[in-house]
């Protein structure tokens, strides 16, 4: 299972939205299989019955009231932005 | 001899009886900066003019408002902490223009309650993804008591910073080891505090069932002094625990008669340096002579620590990093017609090698088909991890080790290998995987001059045993006076 192949690593760079190479595909293909090798020791382990910890500390839904206030204004919110018109931000064309 | 070589409390005397000014401590920094950054890289941004106008401030404000735990202490802050109006880069091209934040960290509004000064932000590893700050966008950050040697990371600045002396604290962040390691390496004391304990409101998310801020010093009463700054919940930050925040300082009572200590015999065995199981058998030596008593334990998990992190964290890193798109701040790629290849093209140039190596793992084992083999076994296999530390949680106070295998390595030894580097954590890895908090405090020297760092593990929330350990030996040895002189090795 550990034998990762190139096309899946492309296909896994589209998910995370990074364009990479020929050239970084092979290499990230070589760094992914070795990674994952090394991850396959968990197998050895038995896990049946064994709930995953995805928080350590025990409590859920931490609630508090919806109170409106202010925070920061339409300039600041774009005063880091790359891009902006008009009070938006400006992105290129979403379509062809 | 230098204003930093006093606590905390020396200084806060100092300041009282008019001996120096606010202006003199900012001014040790400064000049201190000036004399060996270029050598060190501790620093990514200085903030000199607020730096003084603060001095000028606390300096000239009347005697009666001359209050606040940390008043007019100069402090570092990682870079991944935001800070209103002070660019903070999280070590990354990709925010390399990121000039205000628009707001401070509950951590920083700590900090200005008690009337810190803000020296300047702390060179990272990108996006604390690293152990040896020489994935930063910036420039590799040196250790300071041999600068052929890395300091560590990911918060390798904060804590060369504090080694060379150019502050008295810096915040870090510790996601698998990241205030430890670095703090081991350079000799000083970092804390990783439980998980809960510190708000993350304004830290860059990396892994966020990991992350935690946390303090370094050089020694570890200051250290106490800071975590009493920084820790308790808040409504901003929802995985911040309600749980009261004791007196830390006031556990340091040099106390540790009838302290239970399990050292896992995972931490002195295989793979772990002789010098460095020297360092910490020694260390256990010292415990006994002060009335603690310690045995042989196993974490039987550990060995499995370094795995299951490496596909929790880069998972939960690909998911957090996927907010930086190039639309609202960071640096947007040129190269693009329509909007998926300004996302690619953005990120792509953006983010550095080991940045992408784990955004794209952790999306693998995230995707289709993989993430119950990968993702969700990790997780079961961190509840064994747990389970062990609760376990010898019942019978002891502390766990004891070293806190690396190795002193510092040399700057790009390990570079190219991600697995080796990866593999050098699997001591700190444990504890956060499990929550619990640790320190690291200096306990010797290798053959070569470079420090070598005790780790010293509690129970949740249970900081106050952990700092009373700590300083118990500090207190008993001398290794926390000794300071780098920089540019060459020195013992």
Known sequence: ?96 | MSLFDHTIKELEEKLHNKEITVKDLVDTSFNRIKEVDEDVKAFITLDEENAYAKAKELDDAPDTDKTGALFGIPGGIKDNIMTNGLRTTCGSAFLDNFNDPLYDATVIEGLNKEKAVTIGKMNMDEFAMGSSNETSYYAATRNPWNTDYVPGGSSGGSAAAVGAGEVLFSLGSDTGGSIRQPAAFCGVVGLKPTYGRVSRFGLAAFASSLDQVGTITRTVEDNARVLEVIAGQDKMDSTSANVDVPSYTEALTGDVKGLKIAVPKEYIGEGVDPEVKEAVLNALKVYESLGATWEEVSLPHSKYAVAAYYLISSSEASANLARFDGVRYGVRSENADNMLDMYKNSRSEGFGKEVKRRIMLGTFALSTGYYDAYYKKAQKVRTLIKNDFDKIFEDYDVVIGPTTPTPAFKVGEKIDDPLTMYTGDLLTIPVNLAGTPGISVPCGFSETGLPIGLQIIGKHFDESTVYRAAHAFEQATDHHTKRPQLGGVSK
């Open chain 1, 1 to 96: 299972m550990s034998d990762i192949t190139k096309d899946q690593v492309k296909h896994v760079a589209h998910l995370a939205r990074l364009a990479i190479t020929e050239d970084e595909a092979a290499e990230l293909t070589k760094e992914l299989s070795a990674i994952i090798g090394f991850a396959e020791q968990l197998n050895e382990l038995d896990t049946e019955g064994v709930e995953p910890t995805t928080h350590v500390l025990n409590m859920k839904n931490v609630m508090r009231k919806d109170e409106p206030k202010a925070t920061i204004t339409q300039e600041e919110a774009l005063k880091n932005a790359p891009d902006k018109k008009d009070g938006h931000y400006r992105v290129p064309a979403i379509m062809d």
